[in-house]
């Protein structure tokens, strides 16, 4: 008989409490706009772009070189089997990101280091 009532308890959390269980919502680029990030020629072609695999956050997050941010194009071609970007495109991309994304100045004694870009 406690069996039962246990058996039933488990069920009952289950379902009224699923939500608890439930896998995190994954991103979609709906949740955020090219106009969210700053105006420069291209930026709809990176957010785009970069949209496709993750959100763009993550790209605003970081301040590279544009050879560093050649190297992470690269990176997520050969590592994560991103399509390669046709030349006109890349070049545009590297554009925007550069310009838009450089790499920061150094913060306190130790400097910042960036622990996403590719050395």
Same mark, same amino acid.
């Given at each position: ?16 409490g699923g ?6 919502? #994954? ?10 990030? *700053? !105006?420069?020629?291209? +930026?709809?072609d990176t957010? &785009? ?24 194009? #690269? ?10 970007? *046709? !030349?006109?495109?890349? +070049?545009?991309?590297?554009? &925007? ?23």
């Amino acid at each position: 008989m406690r069996a039962m009532f246990t058996a039933a308890g488990l069920m009952l959390a289950v379902t009224l409490g699923g939500g608890a269980f439930a896998q995190p919502p #994954q991103f979609s680029p709906r949740d955020e706009n090219p106009e969210d990030y *700053p !105006a420069g020629p291209g +930026r709809d072609d990176t957010f &785009y772009a970069c949209t496709a695999c993750h959100n763009f956050k993550l790209v605003a997050q970081q301040g590279m070189t544009r050879r560093q941010w050649e190297d992470s194009l #690269q990176w997520m071609t050969d590592r994560h089997g991103m399509p390669p970007l *046709p !030349a006109k495109d890349q +070049r545009i991309v590297l554009d &925007y990101l550069e310009a838009t994304y450089p790499p920061r100045q150094p913060a306190g004694r130790g400097g910042f280091q960036n622990p996403f870009a590719p050395r």
